[in-house]
């Protein structure tokens, strides 16, 4: 009797722990989601300083003007590059395979660090020649 009911609870056990993993799954995907969203939102919070910086920069006179120039384009290509990720980006339905959505966002949190990067650089190189 303690052997059948072993027997069929087996199947449940089994069941259950499969249910608990994908419902970890499920929460790694929705912290990869998360975590990409967390540095658009990041970064975005450093678009007025993106645009006050670029007009300032359009300002420059004198000799500093081609400097100023080049630093202002990579503002803009900073800018852009924000812009082109957010018409691209997708969330995945939840009816795709977790380790597909995984894929997606470790995807999309690689083109964030890039995205990040440009920000850093080019905002950093623009206050330099600012001054600031």
Same mark, same amino acid.
């Given at each position: 009797m303690k052997n059948l009911r072993l027997f069929l609870l087996l199947p449940v056990v089994a069941c259950l722990s499969s249910c608990l993993s994908l419902n970890s799954d499920e929460q790694q995907a929705e912290a990869a989601e998360k975590a990409v969203l967390a540095k658009h939102d990041e970064l975005m #919070?450093? $678009?007025d300083q993106l645009t006050t910086l670029r007009q300032q920069l359009q300002k420059t006179p004198g000799p500093d003007t081609?400097?100023?120039?080049?630093h202002r384009r990579a503002l803009l290509a900073a800018d #852009? #590059?924000? $812009?082109?990720? $957010?018409h691209r980006y997708q969330k995945p339905a939840d009816t795709v395979a977790v380790a597909q959505r995984l894929a997606y966002f470790a995807a999309q949190q690689q083109r964030m660090d890039s995205v990040a990067g440009l920000f850093r650089t080019s905002l950093d190189s623009a206050r330099l020649v600012l001054g600031k």
């Open positions: #919070a450093q $678009m081609v400097a100023a120039g080049r #852009a #590059a924000m $812009m082109d990720w $957010m």
